[in-house]
């Protein structure tokens, strides 16, 4: 078996990317290469990994223009040593615990059907100060299903397949997630047209070539910042309904598979405009107009779909438009530091 890869996508993340691969250089298991892209950062992000990498061989740096983290993450596969067999997608603001890949590692190799294997995160800020114990990891492990015209719970601990992987992901961060390189392969990789939630979409992919196993514990922290990727609820919003609407369109689909994404993503989509709409009227009423305004937005693109019997994507004028809404500051604000 050959060392373990890891990918490293970087966008002006030099106020975290050293601690990030210091939580890699830390693992128990030693035998791992890591390959950074540096996707056009303006910072001082290539300098700083290459002055770890001047004493530590197994990191790599490579350079590309800005073109985004799908981009960036297939041009580090390109760059992997040739017997690499499994990937792990560390983003270079979030952290591994010491044996993480050691974990993971194990896991995936009791499971031959399985093309790749996760477990949880728990939140840290932008110091690495703990959030809640069990915050995140709680909504990894609400896992459900459709059954019907209700949703069901699965037991912590069983694998993740197509039916519960097409409704909300639980690999996230993608630190949690170790995978086949194969199965990556077979289906094409990662998208480069899809700008956010493209691990989302590749993993909807790979689960029809096999399951996701998973294991019940900890294995990276994920910072969260105002900077993050999936900080705009709008954005987000959008996102997910473009990856669904993709998946819908898929043409692996099964006929049974099509079924399922189109009606319970109308369910979904019921149930979170609903949550929306209640979240736009308590920003009202705490006389917050900016929360209110931005929830409201979310809630319309949302609510767009329920007008369809089957995931529809936003269209240009409807996505692009509901974006193009927000003030010149709030975008400065949002605008990525990282991958």
Known sequence: MGPVGVVMPAFNASRW?????????????TTWCCVVVDDG????????????????????????ANMGVAAARNLGFRHLANDVQEILLLDSDDLLVPDAVAALAEQLALRPDAVGVFGLAEYIDEVGNEGARGLHSSVQCARRTRRGFRFVALPVGEDSTFADIALYGPI?????????LAAIESVGGFDPTVPLLSDWDLYLKMSRLGPFAMIDRQVAWYRRHDANLTSDPVANSAARLAVAHRAWHDPANTPAQRRFIGRSWWLIQASETLALFRGVLSALK????????????????????????RP????????AGLMSRNDSADRQQRRRVTT
């Open 172 to 180: 996230w961060p993608s630190a949690v997630g170790l995978h086949r």
């Open 286 to 309: 705490r006389r917050q107009p900016r929360r209110a305004a931005r929830a409201s937005l979310a809630c319309l693109v949302n609510a767009y779909t329920l007008t369809r019997v």
């Open 41 to 64: 950062s303006q910072d001082t992000t290539a300098a700083i990994v290459q002055d770890i990498a001047a004493s530590d061989a197994r990191i790599v740096l490579t350079r590309q």
């Open 17 to 29: 990317i050293e601690a990030s691969l210091a939580s890699l250089q830390a693992q128990t298991v």
């Open 312 to 319: 529809r994507a936003p269209g240009r004028v409807t996505a």
